[in-house]
């Protein structure tokens, strides 16, 4: 199956200037692997369970484009507010928790301003069985 991602894991955006930690929120009943929230791919909500990543660098960001445009085309990092719509793909094929696949350590999550977020460590190192 892979790593079990789970509360803490440790994310980057493609666009971010700073990692940023998974906060998972219990749907349901509470799972834990490895002693931990246990993640599905329904927790891709911005700001409950993807935090900001420091400031983002992208002129699709509605933001980045007017403070760029005001310093004259000098790209202008702004506060990153996630804008992620869609769940984590792919997810686990074998491992459901109520009722969504489990978040695994190679899922991406996209930013509606193109930015692509990755999991660049799960929170903990044990492989979950089914």
Do not use: E, H, R, Y
């Not at 400031?55 to 000098?74: D, E, I, Y």
């Not at 719509?85 to 969504?100: D, E, L, M």
Request: net charge neutral; with cysteine; hydrophobic share 45%.
């Amino acid at each position: 199956m892979g790593i079990q991602v789970v509360a803490t894991a440790q994310l980057t955006c493609s666009f971010g200037v700073a990692p940023s930690a998974l906060t998972v929120v219990p749907k349901g009943k509470p799972v834990q692997a490895g002693g931990m929230m246990a993640a599905t791919i329904q927790d891709f909500a911005p700001n409950v369970n993807i935090m900001p990543f420091g400031m983002c660098m992208t002129l699709s960001n509605p933001q980045v484009a007017a403070a760029t445009s005001a310093a004259l085309g000098v790209l202008t990092p702004q506060p990153c507010l996630p804008m992620t719509t869609s769940p984590w793909s792919p997810g686990s094929p074998t491992v459901q928790i109520n009722g969504a696949p489990a978040l695994t350590a190679t899922c991406m999550c996209n930013c509606a301003w193109g930015g692509v977020i990755t999991i660049t460590s799960p929170g903990q190192m044990q492989t979950q069985t089914a």
